[in-house]
Each structure stands twice: as C-alpha cells, then as structure tokens.
T-cell receptor, first 118, second 108 residues
Framework: GAVVSQHPSWVICKSGTSVKIECRSL??????MFWYRQFPKQSLMLMAT?????????EQGVEKDKFLINHASLTLSTLTVTSAHPEDSSFYIC??????????????FGPGTRLTVT | GEDVEQSLFLSVREGDSSVINCTYT??????LYWYKQEPGAGLQLLTY?????DMKQDQRLTVLLNKKDKHLSLRIADTQTGDSAIYFC????????FGAGTRLTVKP
C-alpha cells in the first residue's frame, strides 16, 4: 500500500499558541487530502477536505479560521491549529486519496498526531 | 443520523473466526471499505468491495455485501492475537464516512 506520513507524531503546546501538523504522501501524488479528528474511543470525524492549489472545504461545525489548512503541493498538506485551547486536544489523522482508475480511489491514512494543549 | 453503524465490541478466542458487522444507510456508496486501527496508530486499509459485488476474499479476510439489507461484514479466519484492534467500515461517496468502529479482542 501507499505511505502517508505525519509530523509530528505527538505535540504538547500551551493554550493560546499555534501548532502546525504536516501530512505527506511519500510515494504518490495526492490532489486531495483529508483531515480527521478522533476523540478517545470514538470514530473519525471528517474536519475538512484539502485540495491542492485551492481552498479547503470544511465540514459543518468546523471553524475554518481556527483550523487552517494549506495544500501547497501534490505531496504536502498542513493543518495549523491556531490559538489552541485544551478542548482542541485530540488525535488528528490525515489521509491522502490515490486514484486507482475507473473512478475508484483508495484512501491511505497517516499514523496520526496526538495534540495535547495544556 | 449515522451513515454507517457497527457494533462496538467483539471478543473471540484465538483460532476462531471473527465476524464484524456493519450496516449503512446510503446506497449510493460505490465502494465499501474495512480499515484496521491499532492503539495509537492511524488506519490501515484491509480490503474493500465494489458495490456491485457480493463477496470478496483476500487470504484470511472475507467480505460479504448484502445490498438489499445494506449490510456489510468482515470475516477473519483463524483469528490471531495480532488481529486485536479496532475495525472500521466505511463507505465512499466523495469522501470517506466511517462507522464508530468495532473493538475486536482476541483471547489466547
């Protein structure tokens, strides 16, 4: 399968600061990447869809000014959590979509980034 | 409401077969997927099935799809302790929609 990396794997920051998480597709080009958030013992919640060269599409209820997404190249998308608060503490997982032909895509996931805001 | 529903827990003994079930509401999903998540890790794609198929087998994994009942299942043959994880089913309709996940515990 394809490889998607995330950096950092975990980060602790203070309230009010900003944190940037990187998501890279290592062996394929991804025009579309997705950012998910996962609370303990819960499923993944789609936050936004990141399209290379254009603005991200945010899901309802996700603050676009708080969760800034940039997809500047075909292999890199970044999520910046601005003015972080303790309630932003969560496991953030990115995913990259790779076309398989015939309108089919496979979606590969990064290992996740655990954010703790103190 | 939820697009995809799963039972939350399943416990089996090593060597037995595991069957994880999933129901979905949106019949427009063209592909249905099974992912595995181990503690503290991302999701690993296990297998997927196209919506016009009834069954797909891949080594120890068998996926069954009942389109009429909108029911998807994942059978793991000869379950091992390393199979202990959370299993998510997901449907694709432009983006991936996940069930809540089934926590599989394999007892030695």
């Amino acid at each position: 399968g394809a490889v998607v990396s995330q950096h950092p794997s975990w980060v602790i920051c203070k309230s009010g600061t900003s944190v940037k998480i990187e998501c890279r597709s290592l062996d394929f080009q991804a025009t579309t990447m997705f950012w998910y958030r996962q609370f303990p013992k819960q499923s993944l919640m789609l936050m936004a869809t990141s399209n290379e060269g254009s603005k991200a599409t945010y899901e309802q209820g996700v603050e676009k000014d708080k969760f800034l997404i940039n997809h500047a190249s075909l292999t890199l998308s970044t999520l910046t959590v601005t003015s972080a608060h303790p309630e932003d503490s969560s496991f953030y997982i990115c995913s990259a979509r790779r076309p398989q032909g015939s309108g089919h895509y496979e979606q590969y996931f990064g290992p996740g980034t655990r954010l703790t805001v103190t | 409401g939820e697009d995809v529903e799963q039972s939350l827990f399943l416990s089996v003994r090593e060597g037995d077969s595991s069957v994880i079930n999933c129901t979905y509401t949106d019949s427009s999903s063209t592909y249905l997927y099974w992912y595995k998540q181990e503690p503290g890790a991302g999701l690993q794609l296990l297998t997927y099935i196209f919506s016009n198929m009834d069954m797909k087998q891949d080594q120890r994994l068998t996926v069954l799809l009942n389109k009429k009942d909108k029911h998807l299942s994942l059978r793991i043959a000869d379950t091992q302790t390393g199979d202990s994880a959370i299993y998510f089913c997901a449907g694709w309709r432009g983006d991936m929609r996940f069930g809540a996940g089934t926590r599989l515990t394999v007892k030695p």
